[in-house]
């Protein structure tokens, strides 16, 4: 069980409280294990766990990404910069589709935050989140191409 365990998180001390956690459940529940079918449901038992493990880590470090995302990134541009911020907002202006454009310019120019956005526009924050992506893919194609 731990072995299955370690193979699949990669974290030693993870997969031993993955273990513990499951025959601490057992014992708490008081279920009697038949004998013939007791392995495949320990070690399927493990699996699962170790899957909701992971999932719980990928949905953690999708969060922390969108904080990181929406932490305050307004710039004051100088002298230097009007040119790259005239290629900017062209490559702005052209975004598809226009909701695209709308929750870029909400979220960069103005600093309103991705929840606010989906307020107003009356979505998800992961739709918002969508649109972000989706525009600033469109964007660096753009200013790759300039």
């Given at each position: 069980?731990?072995?299955?365990?370690?193979?699949?998180?990669?974290?030693?001390?993870?997969?031993?409280?993955?273990?513990?956690?499951?025959?601490?459940?057992?014992?708490?529940?008081?279920?009697?294990?038949?004998?013939?079918?007791?392995?495949?449901?320990?070690?399927?038992?493990?699996?699962?766990?170790?899957?909701?493990?992971?999932?719980?880590?990928?949905?953690?470090?999708?969060?922390?990404?969108l904080?990181?995302?929406?932490?305050?990134?307004?710039?004051?541009?100088?002298?230097?910069?009007?040119?790259?911020?005239?290629?900017?907002?062209?490559?702005?202006?052209?975004?598809?589709?226009?909701?695209?454009?709308?929750?870029?310019?909400?979220h960069?120019?103005?600093?309103?935050?991705?929840?606010?956005?989906?307020?107003?526009?009356?979505?998800?924050?992961?739709?918002?989140?969508?649109?972000?992506h989706?525009?600033?893919?469109?964007?660096?194609?753009?200013?790759?191409?300039?």
């Open positions: 069980m731990y072995r299955l365990a370690t193979i699949l998180l990669h974290d030693d001390a993870e997969s031993k409280d993955i273990v513990h956690d499951i025959f601490a459940r057992l014992l708490d529940d008081h279920r009697d294990l038949r004998e013939e079918t007791a392995e495949s449901y320990l070690l399927t038992s493990v699996r699962n766990r170790c899957l909701n493990v992971m999932r719980n880590r990928q949905i953690q470090e999708r969060v922390e990404h904080y990181l995302l929406d932490l305050d990134t307004t710039i004051t541009p100088t002298e230097q910069f009007e040119e790259e911020l005239k290629t900017l907002y062209k490559g702005i202006d052209q975004l598809e589709p226009p909701v695209c454009r709308d929750i870029i310019m909400q960069f120019r103005y600093g309103i935050t991705f929840k606010e956005i989906a307020c107003r526009l009356d979505v998800s924050e992961t739709t918002v989140y969508k649109h972000l989706r525009a600033l893919s469109q964007l660096r194609t753009h200013l790759k191409n300039q």
